[in-house]
């Protein structure tokens, strides 16, 4: 059974960091690609970052870029997310996700993924 959990979440400063975690149940060499989403109150889950399991090429949507670092243990089965300069609009559930094979969709399509971690909750004040 995979399973994926999240850690390293709460409250923060703007301007500060986190990094968020998550820990996956069975080897990632399963896996074409892991990657974070966000989901703030009232708005839908929305694409942060994604890695190629098997070379680490790394994908962020342009507005993450250079705040965001996303990163691949594969001896820990592990993924991170390095977040600095939080702003307050960073606030949201953050959500780790696993995909097998993309079968044609884009890496940043949510559809895609296959397997969830039951979320962090990220609150950044101002």
């Known amino acids: 059974q995979v399973q994926l959990v999240e850690s390293g979440g709460g409250l923060v400063q703007a301007g500060g960091s986190l990094r968020l975690s998550c820990a996956v149940s069975v080897d990632t060499f399963r896996f074409y690609a892991m990657g974070w989403f966000r989901q703030a109150p009232g708005k839908e889950r929305e694409f942060v970052t994604t890695?190629?399991?098997?070379?680490?090429?790394?994908y962020y949507l342009d507005s993450k870029k250079g705040r965001f670092t996303i990163s691949r243990d594969n001896a820990k089965n592990t993924a991170s997310l390095q977040m600095n300069s939080l702003k307050p609009e960073d606030t949201a559930v953050y959500y780790c996700a696993a995909m097998i094979d993309p079968y044609g969709r884009s890496l940043y399509d949510r559809e895609a993924y296959n397997y969830w971690g039951q979320g962090t909750q990220v609150t950044v004040s101002s």
């Open positions: 890695i190629r399991w098997s070379d680490g090429t790394t």
